[in-house]
């Protein structure tokens, strides 16, 4: 049976999840005057490092032939945020992407609820694209949808590709698409019928 790439996320607890944010500055400063210049790259992605508790066997295995299905940074997976599955927002009607060639850290869209408070807020995540182009963004700020049922929200990471005009905006279980951050896959029997992880992630771009 073929592996095929991205694979889906175990449907299994994990224990702790440290997502960060990934953003690359320079910023050089006089030693004479203190004047600082600072310098912005597009370099933004998420990062992070995956606890699993300590599990029985048969759950644990589920988890080992999924990372070794990965091939070390190889193959690519889809993963939820974990605690960001429901989102806070009211999320009143079918939100689509307003407008092409759309990109940066705006997001334009429609089909909400005329004149709703609160649709997204602060902290929800979003997912834009499928399989393979999933990218899972995070909301920065409440957004009202307008008399139109539009609203713009602000969101990272950017935009690195334009979604189309209408494309369907996913706010539950969204997810993005993830690569181990490393070669190694280590998993520790703790007993011969218990076992653990831990591993890194890096989105992929």
Known sequence: MA???PLTWPDLPVQEIDLI???TSAMNESPFTGQQ?????????????IVLPKMPREKAEQWI???????GRVGTFLMPPIVGNVQRGSMTGSPLVDGAGQTGL?????GMTAN???VFLAGDFLQLGSGSTARLHKVLNDADADATGSATLDI???LRSAPADGATIVFTNPAGIFRLNQSESPFKYVSPQRASLRFSVIEDI
């Open 37 to 49: 210049q600072v310098y912005s790259w597009p370099r933004q992605m998420w990062r992070a490092d």
């Open 116 to 118: 709703s408070s609160g």
């Open 156 to 158: 990272w990471p950017p």
């Open 106 to 110: 705006e997001l334009s869209i429609n």
């Open 3 to 5: 592996i095929v790439f």
């Open 21 to 23: 944010m990934v953003t």
């Open 65 to 71: 032939c999924f990372l070794a299905k990965l091939r």
